[in-house]
């Protein structure tokens, strides 16, 4: 993948937040309201609804804009996510198809040049995640294991995710997560745009779709020879008076906050 995409995947919620969308089981929202911005590093992520799904993202950034978006089957389950880049040196397209079987498929368009990649699902109706990623060449016929990702939740909170690299199973990347006990802005959408945090490479504290809200990230990366070194990062929130999140402040880089728009959900009567 291109420098561009993982810095631009980074920080964005492509969110990813990136689709959205709700089971059955699930409220779109908490109820009485849902996300419409995210700001930070100096870019604006814009969620538009339809029918209580996440039916595009639009991204302003300072040399690039993105736009997702997401379509869904008659199950109100994501089905394709397409994404639109333009920044100043190139354009490129990309396809994600999610399989019933449990498959997700990403074509990756640039230029001439096209790259594929297998996403293996796991989990349940209210939370799915990636278990395994196979890299492929042109005709998809030959893949080689290159991601596989072990995860640790309390209830609806990600604890723990474990990255290993290659056939070799080699231990990349632990990340531990504390939280707090308010609403997360993308937790609403965590059965369908979770996954795409992964797909996306993004930032584990913008892109939370946990229950709550992350106050604390430990994130231990090793080297070839399994040599480690920790970063720890402390988050502190400002919340209105029903307790969504309107701030958020890295402890560690005062430089980086993150803001959060909010808008008003109508509820029909019953």
Not at 219 to 241: A, C, K, L, M, P
Not at 256 to 269: G, H, L, N, P, S
Request: charged share 25%; hydrophobic share 30%.
């Amino acid at each position: 993948m291109s420098r561009l995409w993982k810095n631009s995947l980074f920080l964005l919620l492509i969110v990813l937040i990136i689709f959205a969308g709700c089971n059955d089981d699930e409220p779109a929202t908490s109820g009485r309201k849902r996300i419409k911005e995210i700001e930070v590093d100096q870019s604006v992520y814009s969620f538009n609804y339809e029918n209580n799904q996440v039916s595009s993202i639009n991204v302003d950034g300072i040399n690039f804009d993105f736009k997702y978006v997401f379509e869904y089957d008659e199950q109100g389950r994501i089905s394709q996510s397409t994404t639109f880049v333009n920044d100043t040196s190139m354009q490129s397209e990309r396809i994600i198809t999610f399989l019933n079987s449990g498959e997700v498929r990403m074509r990756y368009q640039y230029t001439s040049t096209s790259s594929y990649e297998i996403f293996y699902i796991n989990g349940n109706q209210n939370r799915k995640y990636i278990e395994k990623i196979e890299s492929c060449s042109e005709n998809q016929e030959d893949c080689f294991l290159s991601v596989t990702y072990q995860h640790e939740f309390d209830g609806d909170n990600l604890m723990k995710q474990t990255i290993l690299m290659g056939e070799e199973q080699r231990v990349y990347r632990e990340f531990e997560f504390t939280y707090d006990g308010q609403y997360s802005p993308l937790f609403p959408y965590q059965s369908t745009l979770g996954i795409l945090n992964i797909i996306d490479g993004l930032d584990p504290f913008i892109f939370n779709f946990s229950r709550n809200n992350i106050t604390k990230i430990r994130d231990r990366r090793y080297n070839e020879n399994s040599n480690s070194f920790v970063w720890i990062s402390d988050f502190r929130y400002d919340y209105d008076d029903e307790g969504y999140p309107v701030k958020a402040e890295d402890l560690d880089r005062p430089h980086r906050t993150t803001f959060y728009r909010w808008e008003k959900v109508q509820i029909d009567a019953e």
